[in-house]
DNA sequence: CCTACCGATCGGTAGG
DNA sequence: CCTACCGATCGGTAGG
């Protein structure tokens, strides 16, 4: 009956698969078109159980949510350590935030889609996670900026490329036509002031 | 009981309220979280009365999708008239699709969510309705590319900027710090080849 | 974490 | 297009 306190850290392995499999059914079908009881089914528990581990279904979207985009952050922040120039800095950016996006085993998706079905309170626990997500992206590319780099605002050209980014799910096929090295690279030359 | 049947071009106006109900309320909560319900009320019907119009609910979804599209494509076609040289043309489509994105009144939403919630059927004659729409713009963007304006291949490019364009709902504020006008320049030189 | 269950809602239908 | 309704499902809970 008690839920489970847990500093965070000593996590148990139930609630992390919980995570897993709600976070694949919700980025596959939706978070309205997937039931408590799917994800209940998929990690070997009954109907209820989840309800031990989260208050509400919604609480699981946020969970799903805040702990995917925290996940990708980590992913974003290895990556850049092992880039010397800022152009470098931001084909990784690009590239790594494109593997995040279309990895469909991990538990990070960016979850694009769902927004509305949380409340204002988990909506802006959301927000702020995504906002230091969209930091180290801010930081690169306002040093290209200052480089005269950049050919237009920096908070503009980062919504705009990061938006262009996340549609990439909608198309992209790993047998279709291109690659991803070619699309980070289109990607990036269209954000670089070129000439 | 038995179901309307109406050439096309002779609508009913209650079908039409009802799309276009439909329409405001599946953009603004997603197709899952709206009821028929709700739609019947918000057209003044009775909760039973909207599948005397429409087999199912995913009619009704599919209906939205595929006449919003093509609804957006006259207005495509009818700004495109107006543009002169390709460059102007392909302006003149960011700039108004952004204005269709972007319009809540409007039947007109691409409805980029809830496609997963349609079967293989429909879900195919929404994707025909969507390669109409970008038809011009492939037309558009190989002119420009023959001409060596066009920094990588067109189809890439293409869904690039589309995808761009369509994350704009996610964050643009019309009280914000920057105006469509900005945008769309912004969004039209990343395309070009600089310089 | 399971069993057993409830209350509410929802898509859809029969008949007029 | 309304009335009246059904069957199914779903989020969530009490109690252990």
Redesign the interface.
């Known amino acids: 009956m008690a839920r489970p306190r847990r500093k965070p850290g000593q996590e148990s392995n139930r609630r992390a698969e919980l995570l897993r499999a709600a976070a694949r059914l919700f980025v596959?079908?939706?978070?309205?078109?997937t039931t408590t009881r799917d994800i209940a089914r998929e990690t070997g528990m009954r109907s209820g159980s989840p309800f031990y581990h989260f208050v509400s279904k919604q609480a699981l979207l946020k969970a799903v949510m805040v702990e995917g985009i925290e996940n990708g952050l980590d992913r974003l922040e290895k990556a850049l350590a092992g880039a010397e120039t800022d152009e470098a800095r931001l084909r990784c950016l690009i590239r790594t935030h494109l593997d995040i996006l279309l990895d469909a085993e991990s538990p990070a998706p960016m979850m694009?889609?769902?927004w509305?079905?949380l409340d204002d309170a988990d909506s802006a626990e959301v927000a702020a996670a995504f906002d230091r997500y969209q930091a180290p992206w801010q930081t690169v590319m306002s040093a290209l900026a200052s480089r005269g780099l950049l050919?237009?605002?920096v908070?503009?050209?980062r919504?705009?490329?990061?938006?262009?980014?996340?549609?990439?799910p909608?198309?992209y096929r790993s047998d279709g036509?291109?690659d991803l090295d070619?699309?980070t690279e289109?990607?990036f030359?269209?954000?670089l002031?070129?000439?």
Do not use: K, V, Y
């Open positions: 596959r079908q939706g978070f309205h078109a694009i889609n769902d509305r079905a050919g237009s605002g908070p503009t050209a919504l705009l490329l990061i938006g262009m980014l996340n549609w990439l909608q198309w036509p291109c070619e699309i289109t990607a030359a269209m954000l002031r070129r000439g």
